[in-house]
């Protein structure tokens, strides 16, 4: 199967679908069987371990990795079309590095020359809001200056689909807020979609419209956050019943806060009724839905 | 073609400091020492009589383009031969993976410039650069003056003569290297620095070997024939008419200059016609597409 065998974008409105992908690397499958879409207009997160197989889908999906089952980004074939699609698919893998002999500003000429959808302009708008000049050579920059000025570089492309693999990786905390708000506020129109992945859940569960859980090369879920607040319910409890919540077998027991009544159990659809009148409904994060669809059975064992 | 173009200013933006102290240091070091050290010409030369500073200002061009020639088509052949590793020392190659442009035209566009544009540009600057050690040189030697009053019309005829033949040479050279060439950057590619040994104990042992085992020299024989027929490029040599001489005080044979060159360059051209050639090129072909094959499976290692 191939880009082919699925339906344009333009008639399912996707930007993305896969459909038993996996990605080998010699015997091992980096990913595996999964199948997912990206329609337009979506923020989608993209959860996993380290090892998960993010990295390895997001290469796949801009054609950087050989695949078996049926892919197709933007109605492309991502490894056959891989020039055309980066050209409205704008990408920054996890270990993004600029070239270390170039100015900022030589990267921006350069990028003029290279992308049809890149604008000058719009890059030195990005980097005047850093601490980064576009007359700085990026082997003089800090490793969190690099990230911003490949930030801007990559946010100056009119994109459709934006891939961002662990970008915001060594940029302190306001560097992080300030690229997230540029992203949401400036880039998203609601046609263009973005798959981030990123370790720091937290700071962007508020931004995500879906997400999709990898784990161990396995799609373990994919749901927007919408359907998950109505698929999945915690309950908070107190520490007395908490074997009767046990026995009801969450998907995830956690605390949620200090004392006695701080604890909580993480449930895949209604909890039954007599444990339900036990505790009280408190909206799951997304980290502790992670936790609970990630961790290894064995770690299951010792934690409780 | 109009990725080409901005693949190969990045040539320009990654390499010309280099390509600037390349060209500079030696012409610089030339004119200094020729300026403040001694110059001792042969018995011959000075027998040359009335057309000795015609034929110091000749040699002066000829040695300074041929010097800046060989120093940048050397420095481009160490600078290719890690083509295909040098973006990963900074990690960059992601970044050069995420923009819209081929591997192909990643290889292609840094094989031009290094293997046709910069030794062509040098040799330009080095014929240029050579007019200035001329002046040095004819001016320690004869006197300021003999330089204002050479034959120039000769001079620069021949010169120029000489660059055009060497420049129309230059991509026939690279052609007939070009299974060397992209041999060396292919196992650079597969086995990072190690590709030179392989190919040099590679090519020398399994010559020897297949020599003294099963009796066949064709391996040493091609490859020692794609290095003369690369030479045979640039000066073909069978023409004669670059010997000085010595009846006619050496003039003459500048003024033959432009004439040989071009009949030397008719016979680099013939020298083609060989089923060596399109065989080589056939070669190189398929080292290169081996070159992208092993870009798109590195891109896709386990990150």
């Not at chain 1, 054609?63 to 078996?68: C, D, K, N, V």
């Not at chain 1, 064995?298 to 409780?304: G, I, V, Y």
């Amino acid at each position: 199967m191939n880009a082919a065998d699925i339906q344009h974008p333009q008639a399912t409105d996707q930007l993305v679908e896969a459909r038993d992908l996996t990605v080998r690397y010699g015997a091992k499958r980096a990913v595996d069987g999964v199948s997912f879409s990206i329609p337009k207009g979506r923020v989608v997160g993209l959860l996993g371990h380290n090892g998960a197989g993010k990295s390895t889908l997001m290469k796949a999906l801009v054609g950087l990795a050989p695949t078996e089952g049926a892919l197709s980004v933007l109605g492309l074939d991502p490894v056959k079309d891989r020039v055309t699609l980066l050209e409205s698919a704008c990408y920054i893998p996890d270990v993004a590095t600029l070239p270390r002999w170039a100015r900022v500003g030589e990267l921006i000429r350069m990028m003029s020359s290279l992308h049809p959808h890149f604008s000058a302009e719009r890059a030195a708008a990005l980097l005047q809001r850093t601490s980064v000049s576009p007359r700085d050579k990026v082997k003089n920059l800090s490793k969190g200056m690099v990230v911003q000025a490949h930030l801007a570089l990559i946010a100056a492309i009119d994109a459709k689909l934006m891939i961002l693999d662990e970008p915001t990786l060594g940029l302190d905390v306001l560097s992080r807020k300030a690229f997230y708000e540029m992203l949401i506020d400036e880039w998203c129109d609601g046609e263009r979609s973005v798959l981030i992945s990123t370790h720091q859940v937290e700071e962007i569960e508020s931004l995500l419209s879906d997400v999709l859980m990898l784990n161990e090369g396995k799609l373990v879920l994919s749901i927007s956050l919408e359907d998950m607040d109505q698929r999945f319910v915690a309950l908070s409890h107190d520490a007395s019943v908490a074997q009767e919540m046990a026995a009801a077998h969450p998907l995830l027991k956690y605390r949620v806060g200090p004392g006695p009544n701080g604890n909580a159990a993480l449930f895949d659809g209604p909890p039954p009724a007599s444990v339900e009148a036990l505790g009280r409904r408190v909206r799951p994060s997304l980290v502790d839905l992670f936790v609970a669809l990630t961790r290894k059975p064995e770690l299951d064992r010792t934690q409780f | 073609m109009k990725r080409l173009i901005p693949l190969m200013q990045r040539e320009w933006l990654q390499h010309r400091n280099g390509w600037l102290m390349m060209a500079g240091i030696p012409l610089g070091l030339s004119l200094l020492l020729l300026s403040f050290g001694q110059i001792q010409i042969g018995q011959e030369a000075q027998a040359a009589g009335p057309a000795l500073p015609a034929l110091l200002a000749a040699g002066s061009i000829a040695g300074s383009t041929a010097v800046i020639f060989l120093i940048a088509a050397f420095s481009s052949l160490v600078i290719v031969s890690n083509l295909a590793r040098r973006d990963h020392a900074d990690r960059s190659v992601e970044f050069w993976l995420s923009v819209p442009v081929s591997h192909s035209e990643s290889f292609a566009a840094p094989l031009i410039v290094h293997l046709l544009l910069v030794p062509a540009a040098a040799l330009v600057i080095g014929m240029l650069g050579g007019y200035a050690v001329s002046f040095i040189v004819v001016s320690r030697l004869v006197g300021a003056e003999a330089w204002f009053v050479l034959p120039w019309g000769t001079i620069v005829m021949a010169s120029f003569s000489l660059m055009l033949r060497l420049l129309a040479g230059l991509p026939l050279a690279m052609l007939w290297l070009s299974p060397l060439i992209l041999l060396v950057v292919l196992l650079t590619a597969w086995f990072r620095r190690w590709g030179w040994v392989i190919l040099t104990v590679g090519l020398g042992l399994g010559s020897y070997l297949l020599k003294l085992v099963f009796g066949q020299p064709w391996l040493n024989r091609i490859s020692s024939e794609l290095i003369k027929a690369a030479g045979r490029s640039l000066i073909n040599g069978d023409q004669g008419g670059l010997v000085v001489d010595k009846a006619s005080q050496g003039i003459d044979a500048l003024q033959l200059l432009p004439a040989w060159a071009l009949a030397d360059f008719g016979a680099a051209l013939q020298a083609l016609a060989t089923p060596l050639f399109p065989g080589a090129l056939l070669f190189a072909a398929g080292c290169f597409f081996l070159l992208v094959q092993w870009r798109q499976r590195g891109a896709s290692a386990a990150g």
